[in-house]
Nanobody, 121 residues
């Protein structure tokens, strides 16, 4: 099994910054994607950004230029640096990891417990 531990959420004023982190531990054989989703009240969960195999990153248009996703490969940790935060960024942010626990296994999607980010004056 793979466990994910998130940290870094909180309350921030508009224009402020937060950095989320998510560390994967347990029986990790390989990781093909690490990223972040978010879900605002009354809305569907949406992709924010991810680091995929080969180190390429994807980031959703609504946060491009403000958010950066990165990964520490040695520590199996993914980060989400959020700058110039807006009230509409308020949501629960979930870490998502596609990983295998042994050779030959299909990758399984794992989810963190979620961390609340609130942008308010």
């Amino acid at each position: 099994q793979v466990q994910l531990v998130e940290s870094g959420g909180g309350v921030v004023q508009p224009g402020g910054s937060l950095r989320l982190s998510c560390a994967a531990s347990g029986t990790v054989f390989s990781i093909n994607v690490m990223g972040w989703y978010r879900q605002a009240p009354g809305k569907e969960r949406e992709l924010v950004g991810a680091v995929i195999t080969g180190g390429n990153t994807v980031i959703t248009e609504t946060v491009k230029g403000r958010f950066t996703v990165s990964k520490d490969h040695a520590r199996n940790t993914v980060f989400l640096q959020m700058n110039s935060l807006r009230p509409e960024d308020t949501a629960v942010y979930y870490c998502n990891v596609g990983a295998t626990t042994r050779q030959g296994e299909d990758a399984v999607a794992y989810w963190g417990q979620g961390t609340q980010v609130t942008v308010s004056s």
